[in-house]
């Protein structure tokens, strides 16, 4: 079991000094997506009129929609975490708007949604013969609250005495705030992945039943905007192999270094991917890892050259059959760009001719397929 440090100074490594990480307070807001995705055929925009223009010209559905935070709801019902903002709400293909079966103005309608804290509202939205119905249900996390949770998990929570047991500690001691119950249950469910992955603290599960609390715990903990939460998600996403900038991260330096090698390695060329060797200071707060996540972030963030040393352990720890896929093909990744390193291409070759056929990664493995061609040819 390892750790990620969270919220410290980073150490840019060859420049010898220490930068500190800007104190960027949290607003307790919901993190709003990088991209916003269509529910119908899954294209992303990169703004929400962009989506609106798409969903409506290419979806012409007559229904009324809600969306909330440029996220077409699908479902009747909704949580929701976080004070409402007068523009969280977009009410589209809707000739008139109904609260709790009257008949209101969409400004009205806001103002109210803006007010709650914690209700179950209704609404629907009507138009010629067609309407959609919602049930809002708003339970605002207090920021006092979710401080002193956040207080609690890194007391109780360390790498050391990580267990079942301590989970149910935590618990017990959050069980006074009323309004962070989801958020509790998140962090508990993310803990309990780890033990499971790992195998140990106490846990009933198998290890198999570890990404299922993971996407529980990443259900739920998306929609909170602390460190914290971001950091929880970030790890978990690395693990599902859902890597993106990682623009989100910067109070996780180590995991937002490490998610965007792989993500530049998944969406483009692989040499132009070099981990720089970035160095924290261990001295700031400390996020429980899986033991094989660890290592992962580890390697990955070593100089090529120190990488190159290591080679014997990283193809040791891959033949390891504890392994998810999705760590297995972090290995393949990070072991293709050492072996391109060394010049040793049928080993490159070989790491990368599993994912060949791979929707999400078939790009990366054909690079370093015609990669290693080029390299070759140059040699002969
Ligand atoms: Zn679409």
Known sequence: MGYLVLWDTIDPGNSGGSVPTPDSPWTGHVIVPEKFACLHCQAQFATKDELFEHRFNEHPYRRPVLFYQGRELNNP????????AADDFDFKQADWLELEGERVSEAVLRHFL?????KIVKIRLVNEGLSSEYELKIHVADLAELAQVDELFFTLLDQVNLSVLAVDQFVK???KFNTVLAYVDGLSHYIYAILAK?????TQLRRDQAKGRMSRALEVLKRFDTPLARAICGVINFNLNCFSAGSTLEHAPKLQQAMQWFHHLQTQVPNLAKPTGIGVIDQGLKLPLDRFTD????WVLMPLERQAEQLDL???SKRDSAHFDEDKLKLSMLLSQ??????DYAPAKHQARGSMNDPAFGAWAQAVLDQC???????T
């Open 338 to 343: 050492i072996y391109l390193f060394m010049h």
């Open 173 to 175: 001691a959050c069980r």
């Open 373 to 379: 061609e080029t390299m070759n040819e140059k040699q």
């Open 198 to 202: 790992d195998q140990t603290g106490g």
């Open 114 to 118: 803006t007010q709650q804290r914690q």
């Open 314 to 316: 990283i193809v040791q």
């Open 77 to 84: 019902r909704e949580d929701i975490y976080h004070v409402i």
């Open 295 to 298: 290592s992962i972030l580890n």
